[in-house]
């Protein structure tokens, strides 16, 4: 057994190792949690080591070959990914486990929220190796339960949100599993590489792609089908929000970018890039309109995911038309941007948020003493977001405006451009109202004046997920540095993978 294999192998059982330890032993939780974020941020630097060494590779769990058996794939972007769920789970772990010293709530219980958190990150794990259809819906499934778990958490209001959530995504989950049935009808297999060279492009393929892409679009909240997302992401927990808007959404995405370019790669034709490209227009267009709308910090950045993930989904339009390659690594660097620095925006807003004793972006403004590294996070942030160089959010758009030039598909320039702008409109709102000296409608927002004028003083535990929170905008910038080594890494895994 390699480093690699023993590293994802890690990466798979111990989250759901520490789950169950930390359920047993809730006094120990927090003790086992972070000792095992740590222990998966190293696995993970292990595997991606792995891939950019030796190249992607394939694990056969016991031995057992497909299709009996359970594979594995780990290549450039599936180690990217764990990575970022390492990033933002480290982080998100740091963050509550800071958070525990305030009074204690049903969301604080060891008993709930670490067992939780660790299953939910290791079906991530779980679903971003997973090499054949059925085992991605088993992890899916993980991966929701989890989940829903987390947002019913946050109280009576966010229960509501879950409900819905558990809801929409058992619909989901259903068409996509009546995707599967159908593709394995039809060449009795569900791996990942066999079902690229075998899946035809008759009326059942495509009835089969459609009714999985719609499963995953539901999943991923993807326009129009994202009614679950706003409620569900801003009032759960702040890590909670990070994860589920940073990796969860993003794991969605992935399983559509390794369908369509794999087992469904006959099945993009001009016209069906451009029906799922015209779903990216629509989320970049309407969630960032929405997202310019919000009064409320956390609703924002949650529409904010909606705008962000069409931006990903001009991956498809691009692939058939030809540049594939480019726009491959520019949507997969914008996805890892995206999550880190999404992640980052919800960790510090939990700390702004708390200083001001309101979440209303024109209650924000006055005294921000002792959170100026949050909102310096917030910043970093928000220049990924839309796109500054040299940040990871500027190189993958720079590269997918590139494919779109090379490919002559100027109307997808056009909406990165904006897109662009509309990110930049909704983002600057808040920092504006940062900087402010004091809210602006004192007369109709006395809640606003009070907080303003009171304000929470920082304290170290404060202090500890501002920290989380710069380190994970830090990591969206570093991203961006990172690019064009990773590129290739990235890029490999469409000939390898599928």
Same mark, same amino acid.
């Given at each position: 057994?390699?480093?690699? $294999?023993?590293?994802? *192998?890690?990466?798979?059982?111990?989250?759901?190792?520490? %789950?169950? %330890?930390?359920?047993?032993?809730?006094?120990?939780?927090?003790?086992?949690?972070?000792?095992?974020?740590?222990?998966?941020?190293?696995?993970?630097?292990?595997?991606?080591?792995?891939?950019?060494?030796?190249?992607?590779?394939?694990? $056969?769990?016991?031995?057992?070959?497909?299709?009996?058996?359970?594979?594995?794939? *780990?290549?450039?972007?599936?180690?990217?990914?764990?990575?970022?769920?390492?990033?933002?789970?480290?982080?998100?772990?740091?963050?509550?486990?800071?958070?525990?010293?305030?009074?204690?709530?049903?969301?604080?219980?060891?008993? !709930?929220?670490?067992?939780?958190?660790?299953? /939910?990150?290791?079906?991530?794990?779980?679903?971003?190796?997973?090499?054949?259809?059925?085992?991605?819906?088993?992890?899916?499934?993980?991966?929701?339960?989890?989940?829903?778990?987390?947002?019913?958490?946050?109280?009576?209001?966010?229960?509501?949100?879950?409900?819905?959530?558990?809801?929409?995504?058992?619909?989901?989950?259903?068409?996509?599993?009546?995707?599967?049935?159908?593709?394995?009808?039809?060449?009795?297999?569900?791996?990942?590489?066999?079902?690229?060279?075998?899946?035809?492009?008759? /009326?059942?393929?495509?009835?089969?792609?459609?009714?999985?892409?719609?499963?995953?679009?539901?999943?991923?909240?993807?326009?129009?089908?994202?009614?679950?997302?706003?409620?569900?992401?801003?009032?759960?927990?702040?890590?909670?929000?990070?994860?589920?808007?940073?990796?969860?959404?993003?794991?969605?995405?992935?399983?559509?970018?390794?369908?369509?370019?794999?087992?469904?790669?006959?099945?993009?034709?001009?016209?069906?890039?451009?029906?799922?490209?015209?779903?990216?227009?629509?989320?970049?267009?309407?969630?960032?309109?929405?997202?310019?709308?919000?009064?409320?910090?956390?609703?924002?950045?949650? !529409?904010?995911?909606?705008?962000?993930?069409?931006?990903?989904?001009?991956?498809?339009?691009?692939?058939?038309?030809?540049?594939?390659?480019?726009?491959?690594?520019?949507?997969?660097?914008?996805?890892?941007?995206?999550?880190?620095?999404?992640?980052?925006?919800?960790?510090?807003?939990?700390?702004?948020?708390?200083?001001?004793?309101?979440?209303?972006?024109?209650?924000?403004?006055?005294?921000?003493?002792?959170?100026?590294?949050?909102?310096?996070?917030?910043?970093?942030?928000?220049?990924?977001?839309?796109?500054?160089?040299?940040?990871?959010?500027?190189?993958?758009?720079?590269?997918?405006?590139?494919?779109?030039?090379?490919?002559?598909?100027?109307?997808?320039?056009?909406?990165?451009?904006?897109?662009?702008?509309?990110?930049?409109?909704?983002?600057?709102?808040?920092?504006?109202?940062?900087?402010?000296?004091?809210?602006? $409608?004192?007369?109709?927002?006395?809640?606003? *004046?009070?907080?303003?004028?009171?304000?929470?003083?920082?304290?170290?535990?404060?202090?500890?997920?501002?920290?989380?929170?710069?380190?994970?905008?830090?990591?969206?910038? %570093?991203?961006?540095?990172?690019?064009?080594?990773?590129?290739?890494?990235?890029?490999?895994?469409?000939?390898?993978?599928?």
């Amino acid at each position: 057994m390699t480093a690699g $294999d023993a590293a994802v *192998i890690v990466l798979v059982s111990l989250p759901h190792a520490a %789950a169950i %330890a930390g359920f047993v032993w809730p006094s120990r939780a927090v003790t086992v949690s972070l000792i095992s974020a740590a222990t998966l941020m190293a696995a993970a630097l292990v595997a991606m080591h792995a891939v950019a060494g030796y190249g992607a590779w394939r694990h $056969d769990v016991g031995g057992w070959e497909a299709p009996l058996g359970i594979g594995w794939t *780990i290549d450039g972007v599936a180690c990217a990914l764990l990575l970022l769920t390492a990033a933002v789970g480290l982080a998100g772990s740091i963050h509550h486990a800071a958070a525990r010293v305030r009074p204690s709530t049903a969301a604080h219980d060891p008993r !709930y929220f670490w067992p939780l958190w660790l299953f /939910l990150w290791g079906g991530l794990n779980a679903l971003f190796v997973s090499a054949d259809l059925f085992n991605i819906f088993v992890t899916l499934e993980f991966v929701t339960v989890a989940s829903v778990g987390l947002i019913a958490l946050s109280g009576r209001l966010a229960q509501a949100a879950a409900w819905r959530y558990l809801l929409a995504t058992l619909f989901g989950s259903s068409v996509y599993l009546l995707g599967v049935a159908l593709i394995y009808g039809r060449v009795a297999a569900l791996d990942l590489p066999f079902l690229a060279q075998a899946l035809p492009a008759d /009326l059942v393929g495509m009835t089969a792609a459609s009714l999985v892409t719609i499963g995953l679009l539901l999943k991923g909240a993807v326009f129009p089908l994202h009614f679950w997302l706003p409620s569900a992401h801003a009032r759960a927990l702040p890590p909670v929000s990070a994860i589920l808007s940073g990796v969860v959404v993003a794991a969605a995405f992935y399983l559509l970018a390794r369908a369509w370019l794999g087992p469904f790669r006959e099945l993009l034709t001009p016209a069906a890039g451009t029906a799922l490209g015209l779903l990216g227009a629509g989320a970049v267009l309407w969630g960032g309109l929405l997202a310019l709308l919000q009064r409320h910090l956390k609703r924002m950045i949650a !529409y904010s995911t909606v705008s962000q993930l069409g931006f990903c989904m001009l991956l498809f339009p691009l692939a058939a038309a030809g540049a594939t390659q480019l726009a491959w690594t520019g949507a997969m660097v914008v996805l890892l941007a995206h999550g880190l620095s999404k992640a980052a925006c919800f960790l510090a807003a939990g700390v702004i948020v708390r200083h001001h004793r309101s979440g209303r972006v024109d209650a924000l403004g006055g005294c921000q003493q002792g959170i100026g590294l949050a909102w310096f996070a917030f910043a970093l942030a928000a220049a990924s977001l839309v796109g500054l160089p040299p940040t990871g959010g500027f190189v993958g758009k720079w590269w997918l405006a590139q494919a779109a030039i090379n490919s002559g598909a100027y109307p997808w320039l056009a909406l990165l451009v904006a897109g662009t702008l509309l990110t930049a409109a909704y983002l600057w709102r808040v920092l504006e109202a940062a900087i402010r000296t004091g809210p602006p $409608d004192e007369a109709r927002r006395p809640a606003a *004046i009070a907080a303003h004028r009171e304000g929470a003083p920082a304290t170290p535990s404060d202090r500890g997920m501002m920290i989380a929170a710069l380190g994970l905008a830090l990591g969206a910038v %570093a991203v961006g540095a990172a690019a064009p080594p990773l590129a290739p890494v990235l890029s490999s895994a469409i000939g390898v993978t599928w």
